[in-house]
């Protein structure tokens, strides 16, 4: 096997950090699977990045090893394993062996120990080996053609260790790593080591002395006080090491690790039956990939169709006050349940009496007002239902989901009475949930979670520099004041540049321009008459451009640069503005207080001020990543077409292809203005352009417009077929329906009686647009699990396809790495999702 190369994992210790990585997942009859599911994460990733020839999954037997027979106090105090974890480890196994992967258990040893005698045993037969651990104990092992590979933060990221990088980093041999840890001792498995001797001390003794033996050898040369430490506990330091030394000089069978035939539909068949298709997607080639997607219900997890929202075991009403996020108080809570009601005041009364009421389900009025008022943690999503978030996605379109703005007689309520009041209205909710595909598990699995992802976004907040934001709203003033001089010096008189009628008066009265369109009041002023009149040139343009800047500037201080500046000031230079989940028809997050989405893009203007906002850390950074095309992507999975899915399978610039598409001619001949013309056509057409709106954008006769869009439907069939179906599809159910079973019911969409195309590009927009953000925020949920709040590394943005996320600047890239990787994979399309990231120090950067 000389040249062959051997994977071996340490099989409890991903499913540990897998376990603790991902938030509560569970498969639809109630099994925990977010260990299952990070495991085969970073386990497919390794096996996808490494090819071995080899593979083993290597797992800590019951029962006691030769260590405990040893020392009896070894392990002794650890905290009991979780139910929840316990219960995934033999699906890890049984999928695992489905997949034909060798799965090894041993009696009387340790995972740490059967890894170091293959690994050995490998080594000496000349195999490259590469272990995945996170336990500091197989670092002892370390030697030519063997490393380590150690997870990071969350299931992306993972630091290889080797020979060379270890020496750098302890300043020591491999070979000392057992008198390392003996002089440490391990806590979690109760060895006691050197009491007094910590990491630092330990690797300058071991830099300068290479051993414990040398050590000892040599304890006069040590300081009195250490020397004294040592003395007293040599008995101890050399136990240490024998718990810690890895037996690997048992010969073994290499040909025990050579990958078995996979049990293909028998691993599919038990990945659907824990609800984990998309995994079972990844780790079998081919499996609904490259495809025509499929059906909409098929894209559910089994279990979802037609099934019933659980219901609730109590109601936690709390009584809050206060400015949204960072100032909310709570002054009373009634938490009602089957055992009787608990009430109080207090943050502590609320806590305990949460924590004390058993496994059920509660039920909030609205669980993201109480984890801002709480702290986001104060219960987890899988503990929660929701009424607000439950009658948004029932009703997304009708502007109130709080019980306070629906029923009027329950503001009048007391808290307890309020609780049975919404376990009744709740139960109505649970019922409509019941009749749509999949709802209820986007309600527990995307929308909840995502709910104290955007608290803790809000209370982290962005930084901005209040003096860079003070010259920068004296210099837009000093501006507009000098505008309004031009203005007057132009016009001959000043007049009140805010009033449409004064502007009119100006405009086609005084300085005799040609006047546009009428209003009930007189001659309109909007945006488009001025632009006319800009392009008409001199004389024409003169005041025109001079009012289209004093609008532009005028929104950028009012608008923008004022919000922001009482939004840093009230927050003491850093702004928590708020996400809204629960606002927008198509899913999408919205911001407000100040609005963060929606800062202008272009200008210099606008670079000032995003050059103004900051990470609120000292030395830390943005790292910011947005999707590539999304919305396109989401087309081509929908629709199918076959020349759309290839473009995107090849990593092909989708708009230059459209162009040669739709003008006959090949991607090299395609000019920057066709492409651009492309661009405007694909994502024109999503939102139900006609020929008419095409042929106004382009400046070309309205004839060409309908001649580009028909070679536009020839060039790609799905597409057309695509958008006819989605809205006959959408009309005769009466809602719009996302990839994730995302709801939209048509008859509760506002549209002008005017515009009778409106409710058109609705159903067939919908579905594309909200899927997007299905996907973002599900990515979102997914880097929150990796990277939790109390960590170095926080979501801080979202800007439907992008995220913005603040790490140290020596994290930097590592943070781009897994955010990208996160992103990418947090739908699995019948085309590849793609993101394009970045680093700055500031959001102008980003």
């Not at 922001?564 to 927008?584: C, N, Q, S």
Request: hydrophobic share 40%; glycine share 10%.
């Amino acid at each position: 096997m000389k040249g062959k190369k051997l994977l071996l994992v340490d099989g409890h210790g991903l499913a540990f950090r897998a376990f603790y990585a991902l938030p509560e997942l569970t498969a639809p009859d109630g099994t925990p699977t977010n260990a299952v599911v990070g495991f085969f994460n970073m386990f497919q990733k390794v096996r996808e990045d490494w090819k071995p020839d080899l593979c083993g999954v290597i797992f800590d037997a019951p029962g006691p090893t030769f260590r405990h027979e040893a020392y009896e106090e070894y392990k002794a105090g650890r905290k009991p394993t979780p139910p929840e974890f316990k219960v995934q480890v033999p699906l890890i196994s049984e999928l695992l062996s489905l997949m034909g992967i060798p799965v090894v258990m041993r009696q009387g040893v340790e995972a740490d120990d059967v890894l170091a005698s293959v690994a050995c045993t490998a080594a000496g037969e000349q195999l490259e080996t590469l272990i995945l651990s996170s336990d500091k104990d197989i670092l002892q092992i370390l030697g030519p053609g063997l490393s380590v590979l150690r997870p990071g933060k969350g299931i992306t990221s993972f630091k290889l260790m080797d020979e060379g990088s270890f020496v750098e980093e302890y300043g020591f041999l491999p070979s000392a790593m057992t008198d390392y840890l003996a002089l440490l001792g391990d806590a979690a498995d109760n060895v006691p080591g050197v009491p007094g001797v910590g990491e630092k001390t330990a690797k300058a003794l071991l830099a300068e002395y290479g051993s414990l033996d040398a050590i000892y050898d040599r304890l006069e040369s040590l300081k009195p006080g250490l020397r004294k430490k040592f003395e007293e506990n040599r008995e101890q330091a050399y136990r240490s090491r024998e718990l810690v030394t890895l037996l690997c000089h048992t010969r073994e069978n290499l040909g025990d690790f050579l990958p078995g035939e996979p049990d293909r539909e028998g691993f599919l068949e038990r990945c659907r039956s824990l609800g984990l298709q998309k995994m079972a997607g990844k780790m079998v080639p081919g499996e609904g990939r490259g495809q025509a997607p499929a059906p909409v219900a098929e894209l559910l997890p089994k279990g979802s169709r037609g099934e019933k929202s659980s219901l609730p075991s109590g109601v936690f009403v709390p009584v809050i006050s206060g400015k949204y996020p960072v100032s909310l108080t709570m002054e009373e809570f009634c938490l009602t349940g089957p055992d009787g009601d608990r009430a109080g005041k207090t943050r502590d009364e609320a806590l305990s009496a949460l924590a004390g009421r058993g496994n059920g389900k509660v039920l909030l009025p609205d669980y993201k007002e109480a984890a801002a008022c709480l702290g986001s943690s104060f219960l987890p999503p899988s503990a929660v239902l929701d009424f607000k978030t439950a009658h948004y996605l029932l009703h997304p379109d009708g502007g109130v989901h709080h019980p306070e703005g629906l029923f009027t007689e329950y503001a009048s309520l007391s808290p307890a009475e309020k609780g049975g009041f919404l376990a009744a209205r709740f139960g109505e909710l649970a019922g409509e949930m019941g009749d749509h595909e999949g709802l209820s598990i986007l309600m527990e699995q995307t929308d909840l979670p995502l709910v104290p992802v955007l608290v803790d976004m809000e209370k982290h907040g962005i930084g901005c520099s209040i003096p860079a934001f003070g010259a920068l709203e004296a210099d837009l003033s000093s501006r507009l004041k000098g505008i309004e001089e031009e203005i007057t010096a132009r016009g001959g008189e000043k007049i009140n540049l805010n009033s449409p009628k004064q502007v009119a008066w100006l405009l086609f009265e005084k300085l005799g321009l040609p006047a546009g369109k009428t209003t009930k009041t007189g001659y309109s002023t909007d945006i488009s008459v001025l632009e006319g009149l800009s392009a008409m040139g001199r004389p024409y343009d003169e005041v025109p451009n001079l009012l289209i800047e004093y609008r532009e500037l005028s929104k950028m201080l009012s608008g923008f640069v004022q919000p922001l500046v009482k939004a840093a000031r009230d927050g003491d230079g850093i702004i928590h503005g708020v996400f809204e989940p629960a606002v927008t028809g198509t899913g999408r997050l919205s911001s407000r207080d100040p609005n963060l989405q929606n800062l202008p893009s272009f200008g210099e203007w606008s670079g000032r001020i995003k050059k103004g906002l900051l990470p609120t850390g000292e030395g830390n950074v943005f790292v910011a990543a947005d999707y590539s095309q999304i919305e396109l992507r989401v087309l081509a999975h929908l629709c199918g077409d076959r020349r759309l899915l290839d473009a995107f399978a090849q990593g092909r610039d989708i708009h230059t292809e459209t162009a040669s598409w739709v003008f006959s001619m090949e991607t090299a001949l395609v000019t920057p203005e066709l492409r651009r013309v492309a661009k405007m056509i694909n994502f024109g057409l999503l939102y139900g352009m006609s020929s008419f709106g095409l042929a106004q954008r382009l400046g070309i006769g309205r004839q060409e417009a309908s001649d580009i869009i028909r070679r536009y439907f020839e060039a790609l069939p799905g597409v057309k077929d695509y958008l006819e179906k989605s809205y006959d599809d959408a009309r005769k159910r009466g809602f719009t329906l996302t990839l994730a079973g995302r709801i939209r019911p048509l008859a509760e969409v506002s549209v002008s009686p005017r515009d009778r195309d409106a409710l058109r590009r609705v159903a067939v927009n919908t579905p594309i647009q909200g899927t997007a953000a299905d996907i973002a925020r599900k990515a979102m949920v997914d880097f929150a699990g990796a990277f939790p709040s109390s960590g170095t590394v926080s979501l801080v943005l979202q800007v439907h396809d992008s995220l913005v996320c603040e790490c140290h600047a020596e994290d930097a890239e590592d943070v781009k790495r897994s955010l990208e990787g996160i992103m990418e994979r947090a739908a699995d399309l019948a085309v590849p999702l793609k993101v394009e990231s970045k680093t700055g120090s500031s959001l102008a950067e980003v």
